[in-house]
């Protein structure tokens, strides 16, 4: 199975038991929770690519502030 990397944030007015149970969900569509971030209110997740990232959207989009695929930076 193949899985994409995401880092969602959190918009500030969800309150902390929606925002855990939006990651039970994730966890229980296949997802893992790979980093919880204490200086924003958000984590980065594994996707099965089976499991679009609009499914996620379509289920909790208006608690996310921003959902961005994990990449690898590099400076110059």
Same mark, same amino acid.
């Not at 880092?7 to 149970?21: C, G, L, Q, Y």
């Not at 971030?37 to 208006?62: M, Q, R, T, W």
């Given at each position: 199975?193949?899985?994409? $990397?995401? @880092? =969602?944030?959190?918009? /500030? *007015?969800?309150?902390? !038991?929606?925002? *855990?149970? =939006?990651?039970? *969900? @994730? $966890? *229980?569509?296949?997802?893992? =929770? +790979? &980093? /919880?971030? $204490? ?13 679009? @990232? /609009?499914?996620?959207?379509?289920? &909790?989009?208006? !608690?996310?502030?921003? =959902?961005?695929? /994990?990449?690898? +930076?590099? !400076?110059?």
């Amino acid at each position: 199975m193949t899985f994409k $990397s995401f @880092i =969602i944030t959190f918009k /500030d *007015s969800v309150p902390e !038991a929606d925002a *855990s149970k =939006i990651k039970n *969900s @994730i $966890s *229980s569509l296949g997802g893992t =929770i +790979v &980093h /919880d971030y $204490s200086l924003i209110k958000g984590f980065a997740v594994k996707l099965p690519e089976s499991l679009k @990232i /609009d499914k996620l959207k379509d289920l &909790h989009g208006d !608690a996310f502030e921003t =959902i961005e695929e /994990d990449k690898e +930076v590099k !400076a110059l």
